[in-house]
Every structure is written in structure tokens, then in C-alpha cells.
């Protein structure tokens, strides 16, 4: 079946929208006045890239621009095409362009999954204008797909339809005689359209699916009427699956890493329920919340570190998902700690300088004594113990010579850094 055969269709590709007036969501895109809707009607949609999560229109834009445009269009799929299939496409695109001057649209689905030789293979033809190139894509094209073919195409981003965008396609479907359902008696409750609508998530194929799965599947009443209630709509539709690509997922860990060293508590718990239900290795989370107990808490609270490698032993010992408790427990820590990225700015400071490298001999006060005879060559010779002196302190050099004066960490007025600070400046009363 080809993009635009419906005999036998599933409702979603018999529901799908054929005008830009029947198109759905996206109004920052297909709205009147906006730049690709103005393209399309013109008839002059460059080389483009379509890329959003599924059942949010990508695909149903390029059956749009199919029937609109006075060019031939060509479909392909990155999974079952390769160089082979494309050099035949070219081949006929450059034909059509000779003897008619036709242009060709190449609607490439899943075009992240294609090698960067089969990416290479159209880049001529696209810069030649032999082919206008439409890219659908569920993940990120800056960094699933080859920047020569990015660099090429205008992206244009798709965004999860809103709740009352899947409704009113399942209303559609209910309503249309010659496509949906109209020519039945189906009578759907708005709690049960609703809870559909909430667990597709915006994604109307997923929607339709179970309007179509709800109907097929119950029986009509006396009268010949379909009753589509709310305990229907829950048997027809699955539990929201998260689909978490490469993208996505880094997208995630950063909205919770963010929320980590912002002190939002409920969003770092919300991002992290959203990582583990879609499956990632729960060690990677608590690998973060341990470097950002350190790079920005540190020692304005060093019990937040403490509490991450207490989540990290317990997510050893006992597994998920008993262990989402001492987990949360880390993240509640971390996030309603004080702040202070000293202890980063510290370490990060002393491995510049060190990596500046001429190094000098380690001063003689400071060199090891654990050896007999290091008299005879006068290592440990002035070293101050500073436990013989009052307060367990006394004034030393301890820096390399080379950043003598040098002062890495700087604490704050945070937490426990100020007890920090307040010794430090006492010491330094003391040098006086």
C-alpha cells in the first residue's frame, strides 16, 4: 500500500487530513500567512525537513503537498531503501526536468536512518534543483542525520497536538460518512473521547486507532447503537509508552540535571519519573545526581553527597524499584540544598594550571620522611606539625612555587561554606 491507497485502510490513513483547511494543529507552521503554508500553496517548498514525534502531522503534510503541487512526488523509506533505489528516482526526476520540466519531491520517511553514503548519494541532485527533498523524521536531524544534508534543507519542527487537536480528529472520524464512521450509530461519551485524547498524548494515529479498536470491538445495543462509554475507551487504548531515542533521552537528562542545580525539587522528581518509566538504566541517573551533589552543592552541604552514594549503594543492593525511594530521597536532598559550584570551580582551576605543565621540585619542608636515611638529604627539613600548635593550625606554605598565591577554592556564604569562610578569614587574622 502506498502512501495514498485506502481501500482497507486503517481509520487513521482513511481520516487523514487531504487540504491544508482539513489539516490539524501546527498552527506555527500551516497557519494562514505562515511561511511553509505560503510555500505550499505557491508551489515552492524547498528542500525541507519534517521532524517531531509520531501521529503529529509529518506525514500527513506531504500527502498535502502530493495532491497540491503540479510536480511528481516520489516516496521512499529509509529502512527498506538504499543507493540503488535513489539513483533510480534521480534518474527519472532528471528525465521529467529535461523533457517536461517537472519538477520531483523525493518524501524520504525515517530519514535519520539513512548511512551517510546514501545521504551523499542525492546531495547533487538536490543542489541542482533535481529533486525538492522532504525529510520525515522523529528525531533530532542537528543530531541524527548528516550535516551536508541539514545544512541543505530548511527544518521545520512539529509539536505534540494539543488534547483538543486529537479530539476534534476523533470527532471527525465519528461524524464522516464517507471516510469514518458516520453512516454508523455511535454514540461516545466525552469521558471516554477524553481519556483517549490524554493517553495518545498527541499522537492522533494512536487516537483513531482506538476509536476504530472501540467500535469494531462492541457490539450494538437493540436499537443498532454503538456504545462507546469511558470503561470501552480505557480496554482500547494502551498505557502511554514513552519512546526514547537518542534524543530525547538527552533531552530529558538535561531538563533534570537543570532542575537538580535550580532547586525544583518536584521538577527534578517529574523528570526523573519521566526517565525511568521510559526504560533508562537508573545507575545514569544516580550518576548524575552524585556529580551534582559535588559540582553544585558541594561543600555548602556535604551531607547531599553523602545522601547520592547512599542511593547508589542502595540501587546495588536492592534494585528497582525499591531503590526509587532512597533515588527520590537524593534528588530531594540535592535540590533543597543550598548552593555552590565552588568545589567545581576549584578542581577545574587547579587541572588548568596544572595542565600548563613546568613543574619544579616539590619544596623540601613538604617532600616524604617515610624512609630512613631522608635526613641525610634534608627532606621534611622545616616542616611545621601543625597539631603542636594552638588550634591544630599554624602558617606554612603548602603551594607549589609555580602558583604560590594562587587561591583555587573560594567558598560562599552558603550553608556550610560560611562556617568555611568564617575560619578562613579567622586564620588569616591570625597571619597578621
Known sequence: MDLFTQDDAPLADRMRPRTLEEFIGQEHLVGKGRLLRRAIEAD???SSIFFGPPGCGKTTLASIIARATKA??????AVTSGVADVREVLKQAQERRSLYGQPTYLLLDECHRWSKAQSDSILPAIEKGIIRFIGST?????VAMTPAIVSRCRVFQFYPLQEKDVLTAMRRALTDAERGYGSL??????????HIARIANGDTRAALGAIELAVLTTAADEDGVIHVDLAVAEESIQKPMLRCDESLYYDMLSAFCKSLRGSDSNAALAWFARLNYAGVDPRLIVRRILAHASEDVGVANPIALLQAAAAATALETMGMPEARLPIAQAIIAVCESPKSNSVSSAVDAAMADAEKGGFGPVPVHLRDTHYAGHVRIGSGEGYLYPHDFPGHWVQQDYM???VKGKKYYQPTEMGHEATILKNQQARGGMKK
Open 72 to 77: 511528481n512526488f516520489v516516496q521512499l523509506n
Open 138 to 142: 522523529t528525531e533530532n536531524p542537528m
Open 44 to 46: 515552492r517548498l524547498t
Open 185 to 194: 450509530r455511535i454514540q461516545a461519551e466525552e469521558d471516554a473521547l477524553r
Open 400 to 402: 607549589p612555587p609555580e
